[in-house]
Nanobody
Framework: QVQLLESGGGLVQAGGSLRLSCAAS????????MGWYRQAPGKQRELVAD???????NYADSVKGRFTISRDNSKNTVYLQMSSLKPEDTAVYYC???????????????WGQGTLVTVSS
């Protein structure tokens, strides 16, 4: 089983920046897409950004130009650099990893425990 450990959330003023990190560990696996989702109070979880193993990225329209996703395949880690933060970015941010458990060739779809990002106005 793969574990995803997130870090980097916190409280920041509007216009500020934060960097989230998510490191995968555990059984032998190969990660393909990794991404960040968020869930604000009373709302559904939504995709923020994801990135393929090869580095192709995809962003929600609401964060384009402000957030940057990146990954280090050698460390099985994905990052989310968030800039020009707005109060509406306040949410619990979840890391997601998709791939394969190499030990038994089963598909992998893992979630982190979530990290809270609060943007004050």
């Amino acid at each position: 089983q793969v574990q995803l450990l997130e870090s980097g959330g916190g409280l920041v003023q509007a216009g500020g920046s934060l960097r989230l990190s998510c490191a995968a560990s555990g059984r032998i696996f190969r990660l393909n897409a990794m991404g960040w989702y968020r869930q604000a109070p009373g709302k559904q979880r939504e995709l923020v950004a994801d990135i393929t193993r090869g580095g192709s990225t995809n962003y929600a329209d609401s964060v384009k130009g402000r957030f940057t996703i990146s990954r280090d395949n050698s460390k099985n880690t994905v990052y989310l650099q968030m800039s020009s933060l707005k109060p509406e970015d306040t949410a619990v941010y979840y890391c997601n990893a998709k791939g394969m458990d190499v030990s038994n060739l089963s598909p992998l779809d893992a979630w982190g425990q979530g990290t809270l990002v609060t943007v004050s106005s």
